[in-house]
DNA sequence: TTGCATAGGGATAATTTTATCCCCTATGGT
DNA sequence: ACCATAGGGGATAAAATTATCCCTATGCAA
């Protein structure tokens, strides 16, 4: 999310969610700040795929677009906390939409995944 | 969506839906699907940012997801339609959902798209 | 004194995703 | 012959997204 080359489209609502959403990790920290984990290292225990420095970023990321705002502590250890703005919790049931539509197919969706070819992942012998 | 290196993760119903959804254009043309724009190259018309090439892969996979059925007429030239599967149609709820709240919003979410320093584009003087 | 927890961020590499380019099919019309 | 139509697809370049690595700071505990 640099500054880009290509110019954004920003035609229709699917392409402005889009700029706010997109982004792998994004929906999960919303929902996860919803479910009340909210200081950074109780994201990253909820989501440990991620690495620290990439929930930072999309943290950020959501905080300019106003979906989450953030609580500095000036204490030592820093303690930081985020929270859902109005405008954040507005997309609480969105987002459940979604997840909802993948739980209830996640087997189905699981088998389609697997069986394509794209997603087959390449393995390397260990050295 | 080629074989990848980094594994997969599947944990939750976002990343299945993810798994099978992202991808720039496949909301849309999921959408313009539902409204009666079956052939290749209406959607192609409906969808001028992308080129034909990127909207042949991406059907293509959301056809490997089994959210759209393709119909080939064995005639010259050649005629092609595309049709939401079942398991496809149950998803235009959700897509409904995403797009209603980014038209909602859309004055806001333009605005602070904008103001992000993430989206400002690289003017590169022409010549 | 070293280690740990907490949070943050620059620089760069790796990976994934999109875009671009160019070519192919077959038939009917000019 | 050559073009237009309607649909496809391989190869490669470019761009965008993620991951990795390493460094900052403070106070407390062993």
Redo the contacts with the bound molecule.
Sequence with gaps: ??????PLNLNCGLDLVGEVL????KMRLLWFIKQGHK????L?RKIP??????L?????ELEDHELIS?V?YPV?????EYNLTEFGESLIPVIGAIGQWGDSNEERLRALIMATP?SKI?VVSEE
């Design positions: 999310m640099k500054n880009r080359k290509i997109y982004g792998k990790w200081r950074p290292s109780e990253q795929d991620a690495s620290r420095r990439v930072n970023v999309q943290l950020k953030k500095v030592v250890p820093p303690k930081v794209a390449e």
